[in-house]
């Protein structure tokens, strides 16, 4: 190693590089970057000391979180930095103004926050203080970690035991994108690509469906979230059941969020909705928060013809995706990734995002399920847990983001999208929308 990068703690693998060039698209629209939140809203103040010990023993365990991501040549690789900078903030109603706006505005304009790729922090924690309320925000970057990532440091934060605390730790194996690759011989890499390539062929046929007004220029993030009561939730949970059966919910929440957005204007131009998910190569015991983006992207869609019929829409989805199963196209990804890692950002990223047909974005909105939240006590430092909602910035178009989590069984929907692009009375509909949805069976 040469004297220059002597520095270096770990160079960023396939599915890194994947993120970072959805970072690249972002930052090309004059927006942050790809910021990401998890906010935890508070009954009452936390032990504040006993957090800040905690978050400090977080960053001597993990000291990626004080690293700063550099370019070398061609590839980018998390260095060191000469000065440690906090990772834990406080912020204060001091105006007396609002509480509800004081705290939404501190969180939009910490998502909001423009930075040089090189030297805003992996992580950080906020405290976002008010008289009656208090809301805990952790926001970091693609490619630091995925939401997965991001959800066990929160577990790492509330895990009183220390012995159970010392279990989470870094991958002792090469990055997984690259360990999944080694079972297989060099010409089924070669078939693997090219069914990659076939199947994103099949899906360029049909162009997106794209709500945004694409005419403006975007300005910034916001969101709105919606918690559910118990009685919806359980009946969303039973209604999926019955209709995509008990490993699809999040087929089920894709295809509601496909037919709500079709009733907001039928007529809209394009032949299909079309969303981005993500396989995610890792096991499910595994503790391992940081270099985590062990996903490869994937794809549901379905054409403007199915969505008057709920039943088909579900049925469609459902065989979409058991497809993708049987013909391992989530596998077929893994080489396409590795050899992307080598593109620059932007021309990773145009091929992430355009279509081959039309050369139009491909994605008619983005969305992740993060499933069941389960928190130690659901307490936080002494403080119950009330609400759990997720953020992303998002390219534009399609500059719109479906999030959705389930906490102490109730459903939480966060909506990301960029103003003006969409306006808050628009995402408002799109809920109501969204619910009837839901509910009717």
Not at 132 to 153: E, Q, S, Y
Not at 406 to 417: A, D, E, G, I, M
Request: aromatic residues 12%; proline residues 5%.
């Amino acid at each position: 190693m040469s004297a220059a990068n002597t520095d270096i703690i770990q160079m960023l693998n396939p599915s890194d590089c994947f993120t970072l060039a959805m970072d690249e698209e972002i930052r090309q629209e004059k927006m942050p970057g790809s910021l990401c939140g998890f906010a935890l809203e508070l009954s009452g103040t936390p032990d504040i000391e006993a957090l800040e010990q905690r978050i400090t023993e977080f960053g001597t365990r993990f000291p990626l979180a004080f690293a700063s991501l550099q370019q070398r040549g061609k590839r980018y690789f998390w260095c060191q930095r000469e000065q440690e900078h906090p990772l834990f903030y406080q912020h204060y109603n001091t105006h007396k103004i609002d509480e509800v706006i004081f705290h939404k505005e501190t969180v939009v304009r910490l998502l909001n926050h423009k930075q040089d790729r090189e030297t805003i922090p992996p992580v950080e924690f906020h405290l976002i203080s008010s008289t009656v309320k208090n809301t805990f925000l952790m926001r970091w970057i693609h490619p630091f970690c995925d939401a997965r990532g991001a959800d066990l440091i929160l577990k790492y934060l509330c895990t009183e035991s220390l012995d159970a605390r010392k279990r989470f730790d870094l991958p002792k194996l090469e990055p997984l994108v690259n360990t999944q690759l080694a079972k297989y011989k060099w010409w089924q890499k070669i078939s693997l690509f090219f069914k990659a390539k076939r199947y994103i062929s099949k899906l360029d046929n049909l162009q997106s469906i794209i709500h945004a007004d694409t005419s403006l220029t975007p300005k910034r993030l916001n969101f709105n979230t919606y918690t559910l009561s118990l009685e919806q939730t359980q009946t969303i949970n039973t209604l999926a059941r019955q209709q995509v059966g008990l490993t699809g919910t999040s087929l089920y929440y894709v295809g509601c969020f496909m037919r709500a957005l079709h009733k907001m204007n039928p007529k809209q131009a394009g032949e299909a909705y079309c969303t981005p998910y993500a396989f995610n190569l890792r096991k499910n015991k595994a503790l391992s928060p940081l270099l985590s983006n062990h996903v490869a992207p994937l794809f549901a869609q379905a054409p403007k013809a199915l969505l008057d019929d709920k039943a088909a829409l579900l049925e469609h989805l459902k065989q979409q995706n058991m497809q993708t199963i049987r013909e391992k196209f989530d596998y077929a990804f893994l080489p396409v990734m590795w050899a992307a890692s080598w593109l620059s950002l932007e021309q990773h990223g145009e091929k992430l995002r355009n279509s081959m047909r039309t050369g139009t974005e491909r994605s008619s909105f983005w969305f992740s399920d993060i499933g069941h939240v389960d928190l130690s006590n659901n307490s936080f430092f002494g403080s119950d847990i009330t609400k759990i909602y997720h953020l992303c910035q998002i390219s534009s178009p399609p500059a719109l983001a479906f999030l959705s989590c389930q906490f102490n069984k109730q459903l939480t929907f966060s909506y990301n999208f960029i103003e003006p692009l969409f306006t808050q009375k628009w995402i408002e509909s799109l809920h109501k929308n969204m619910l009837e949805e839901l509910l009717t069976p």
